[in-house]
């Protein structure tokens, strides 16, 4: 179980799907401007919010921006929108660098929140999405159990599952068991 993004008339997409290969492409983007030319280095973060309109476009628009950019410097730090929900910002770094335009943080705007909330809404969609795909074979098994590596609360303490089982409503869907296990240790799990 991972963050989701839901939206409308879409499929729920996992955070990490576009988010590593956006990461990736930034990295890359970056390595192809090269080395600064003019005597300065500087710091690029970004911050995506979804839904991300032209994602494959993002590298090119990206690289543009940066070398229009680069042919008028301003001093101080920038902020450029590259597309709907992905925007750059871009500070001067103190020091020179091997690159120009340094890779220096990312922000994924749809990976915060409550963690139960988050976690809820997860499991929601885990449910679902594999009730969905058992359908045609539950009626041969007389127990199913749903097992789910919990990579958003990394393992709650007891205390935490507790509070978590008194305060969050999640719809089993025929499911015996609904079992979260911490990814870091398979021996402590909980059962929702």
Request: aromatic content about 10%; proline content about 6%.
């Amino acid at each position: 179980m991972n963050h989701h993004h839901e939206t409308p008339g879409e499929s729920p997409e996992a955070l990490d799907k576009k988010g590593i290969a956006l990461w990736n492409a930034v990295k890359r983007t970056l390595q192809d401007v090269g080395p600064p030319t003019s005597g300065r280095s500087w710091w690029v973060s970004y911050s995506v919010k979804r839904p991300l309109h032209d994602f494959k476009q993002i590298p090119k628009l990206l690289k543009k921006a940066l070398l229009d950019f680069r042919a008028n410097p301003d001093d101080g730090e920038q902020k450029i929108t590259v597309v709907d929900g992905f925007k750059v910002t871009i500070t001067p770094a103190d020091d020179l660098h091997d690159l120009e335009f340094v890779f220096a943080c990312a922000s994924d705007r749809d990976s915060t929140g409550w963690l139960f909330e988050m976690m809820q809404t997860n499991i929601q969609l885990c449910i679902d999405e594999k009730t969905h795909k058992i359908a045609k074979v539950r009626s041969g098994y007389p127990q199913w159990w749903l097992v789910l590596v919990d990579m958003i609360g990394w393992g709650l303490s007891e205390f935490d599952q507790q509070i978590f089982n008194d305060c969050v409503s999640i719809e089993k869907s025929g499911w015996d068991k609904v079992i979260l296990i911490d990814p870091r240790d398979p021996g402590r799990y909980f059962e929702i």
